[in-house]
């Protein structure tokens, strides 16, 4: 299984971008897929999870700005992002979980988000 994150970029605080993870297979067979995000000198923080079910959830300071979809025909999870602001700078990390016989994680690559202010 391979994760491809993209959609990063820079941006000004009030704008928005749209990231895109793209699964190499069915996203049906994961159990969860999410966001992680790690800005500089902090730790990994959860961002928002969506289920095999279409159920999601998030980190409660940044619902409202986020919004996580998935569209299962292009295997591919998104992160919209609104009203970015500065200490939204990170890198942004996609990941997927499967509970079968035993809990395996994949997790693409990364993308930058910079904000600007």
């Known amino acids: 299984v391979q994760l491809q994150a993209s959609g990063g970029g820079s941006v000004q605080a009030g704008g928005s971008l749209r990231l895109s993870c793209t699964s190499s297979?069915?996203?049906?067979?994961?159990?969860?897929m999410g966001w992680y995000r790690r800005a500089p000198g902090k730790q990994r923080e959860l961002i928002a999870t969506?289920?095999?079910?279409?159920?999601?959830n998030y980190e409660d300071s940044l619902q409202g700005r986020f919004t996580i979809s998935a569209n299962n025909d292009r295997n591919t999870i998104y992160l919209q992002m609104s009203s970015l602001k500065p200490e939204d700078t990170a890198v942004y990390y996609c990941?997927?979980?499967?509970?079968?016989?035993?809990?395996?994680?994949?997790w693409g690559q990364g993308t930058l988000v910079t904000v600007s202010s």
């Open positions: 297979t069915s996203i049906y067979g994961f159990s969860y």
């Open positions: 969506i289920t095999d079910r279409g159920r999601t």
């Open positions: 990941y997927a979980v499967t509970l079968m016989s035993s809990r395996m994680e994949y």
